[in-house]
């Protein structure tokens, strides 16, 4: 049985279920949407279909016909069992045919149903009903879209990703912070808030500086603010550095993508975690922090139903306006005060890969 496995691989979701189901047993590749290369199970690097493309990814409104035209071509000539496409894409519909020509699973991020419009969710219709399978990282996105798609619940799961960089942190958890400060570039003697965690425009980063920045200066001098901007949307990236620029804050901007130990200790050197983005699923990036001690103050509107029936400790608040004085509060209330010491066990039982990993075999069967 071999899988193909269709995912952005900046993003680690794809990349690590290949991973695990492979250390399963299973014979699983993972294209990446973006440059079309194809990764096999040994991890031997394809760049043919990528080179094809290549010169056709510049074109505008048109380049998109040319990806799908070369994902059908890796289908076609590849002869998968099973497709995954991560993220459901309307575009998908043009090469369905060779999607469905197998098992076809649709797997849901959040971000993907949440921001799309009443229209596209009508032409996505027949992607899920050539689906034999749609896949969600927690039951409340599973719900709203058999809310909206009423059709499709016996062909519908909860498959929770898991999340390896959780294994990193465990390893690299009993380095001093200063140290891992020091490594990385940080202040060792500041509190350390990193906000967001990629450069997409959702994150809403200029509205969490113009909170930062309505502290009173002797709050600001005792804080370092770190932006992780390593993968994302590049425009938006330039937009928030040339925002800082101006702005007299201690700030550091990360912008090389991170994997492994670098991954966990820029979450092991953090203390405080602003999320606040305008929607989501099931944060990843989230967890690791919440995972790594850090306190993380997110959104209430924000689908977490998931980290409060577990009991996560967090803070919630209701309006991103309110973020400024959540901070004050926190940082003059002393921040190693506040209790973060069940999130561990919490986070693990619901992200190790080894509690998650057996609902994607199910799938796949």
Same mark, same amino acid.
């Given at each position: 049985m071999k899988i193909l496995i269709i995912a952005n691989s900046k993003i680690v979701f794809g990349k690590e279920l290949k991973s695990e189901l492979i250390n399963k047993?299973?014979?699983?590749?993972?294209?990446?949407?973006?440059?079309?290369?194809?990764?096999?199970?040994?991890? *031997?690097?394809?760049?043919? &279909?990528?080179?094809? *493309?290549?010169? /056709?990814?510049?074109? #505008?409104?048109?380049?998109?016909?040319?990806?799908?035209?070369?994902?059908?071509? =890796?289908?076609?000539?590849?002869?998968? !069992?099973? =497709?995954?496409?991560?993220?459901?894409?309307?575009f998908y519909i043009i090469i369905l045919p060779w999607l469905a020509r197998e098992k076809f699973i649709v797997t849901f991020y959040g971000s993907d149903f949440y921001r799309t419009s009443g229209f596209i969710k009508k032409i996505q219709t027949n992607l899920y009903k050539k689906a034999d399978a749609i896949t969600f990282t927690n039951p409340l996105t599973k719900n709203s879209f058999l809310k909206y798609y009423k059709d499709?619940?016996?062909?519908?799961?909860?498959?929770? *990703?898991?999340?390896?960089?959780?294994? *990193?942190?465990?390893? $690299?958890?009993?380095? !001093?912070?200063?140290?891992?400060? !020091?490594?990385?570039?940080?202040?060792?003697?500041?509190? =350390?808030?990193?906000?967001?965690?990629?450069?997409? %425009? +959702?994150?809403?980063?200029?509205?969490?500086?113009?909170?930062?920045?309505?502290? #009173?200066?002797?709050?600001?001098?005792?804080?370092?603010?770190?932006? #992780?901007?390593? &993968?994302?949307?590049?425009?938006?990236?330039? %937009? =928030? %550095?040339?925002?800082?620029?101006?702005? $007299?804050?201690?700030?550091?901007?990360?912008? +090389? /993508?991170?994997?492994?130990?670098?991954?966990?200790?820029?979450?092991?050197?953090?203390?405080?975690?602003?999320?606040?983005? +305008?929607?989501?699923?099931?944060?990843?990036?989230?967890?690791?922090?919440?995972y790594a001690n850090n306190i993380v103050i997110t959104g209430s509107w924000l689908p977490y139903e998931v980290f409060d029936d577990a009991g996560v400790q967090y803070i919630k608040i209701d309006n991103i306006d309110e973020l400024s004085f959540k901070l004050a509060e926190l940082i003059n209330s002393d921040i190693k005060t506040y209790d973060t010491s069940k999130n561990q066990k919490i986070i693990s039982e619901l992200s190790l890969w080894d509690n998650t990993i057996q609902s994607w075999v199910d799938i796949y069967k």
């Open positions: 047993g299973l014979d699983v590749s993972l294209l990446d949407f973006e440059s079309l290369t194809l990764y096999n199970r040994s991890d *031997f690097k394809n760049d043919r &279909y990528g080179s094809l *493309f290549k010169k /056709f990814k510049s074109i #505008p409104k048109l380049s998109m016909f040319f990806r799908m035209w070369y994902i059908k071509k =890796v289908i076609q000539e590849n002869d998968f !069992d099973i =497709v995954n496409i991560h993220m459901s894409r309307w499709f619940e016996s062909k519908s799961h909860v498959c929770r *990703f898991g999340l390896k960089t959780l294994y *990193f942190i465990d390893k $690299n958890r009993k380095i !001093d912070k200063k140290s891992l400060r !020091d490594s990385l570039g940080y202040n060792k003697e500041k509190i =350390v808030i990193t906000c967001g965690h990629n450069s997409t %425009k +959702e994150q809403q980063h200029d509205k969490i500086i113009d909170n930062i920045l309505k502290l #009173p200066t002797e709050l600001l001098d005792k804080i370092q603010f770190v932006f #992780p901007m390593t &993968y994302g949307n590049d425009l938006n990236r330039q %937009k =928030v %550095k040339n925002i800082l620029k101006q702005k $007299n804050l201690d700030y550091i901007v990360l912008e +090389e /993508f991170l994997y492994g130990d670098d991954n966990a200790n820029i979450k092991l050197a953090s203390d405080i975690m602003i999320n606040m983005l +305008e929607t989501d699923s099931f944060s990843g990036s989230m967890q690791e922090f919440l």
